[in-house]
Nanobody
């Protein structure tokens, strides 16, 4: 059974950084595209970044230049490094892959 588990969320101030992790278990890591998404109450879930099977990355416009997605095959983990965070980045962040969603991790950017 495929399982994705996010961690690393929290409360930070504007301008600060945060790194999210997504541990993948139950399947060989790296065979498929993985993605980061986020959702705020009342809004649809939106794509943040994709990590393609071959290692290429695709970012949403709001993430370009501030967020970096990466992976560690030894740890079966995908990361989302988020820099210069803004209040509008506040959301629950989810990882997705292998037709599976994680449970999400809350990121709050506020003074």
């Amino acid at each position: 059974q495929v399982r994705l588990e996010e961690s690393g969320g929290g409360l930070v101030q504007p301008g600060e950084s945060l790194t999210l992790s997504c541990v993948v278990s139950g399947i060989t890591f790296g065979r498929n595209t993985l993605g980061w998404y986020r959702q705020t109450p009342g809004q649809e879930r939106e794509q943040v970044a994709l990590l393609l099977r071959g290692g290429d990355t695709i970012y949403a416009d709001f993430a370009e230049g501030r967020f970096t997605v990466s992976r560690d095959f030894a740890k079966n983990t995908m990361y989302l490094q988020m820099n210069n965070l803004k209040p509008e980045d506040t959301a629950v962040y989810y990882c997705n892959g292998y037709a599976t969603w994680g449970q999400g991790t809350q990121v709050t950017v506020s003074y």
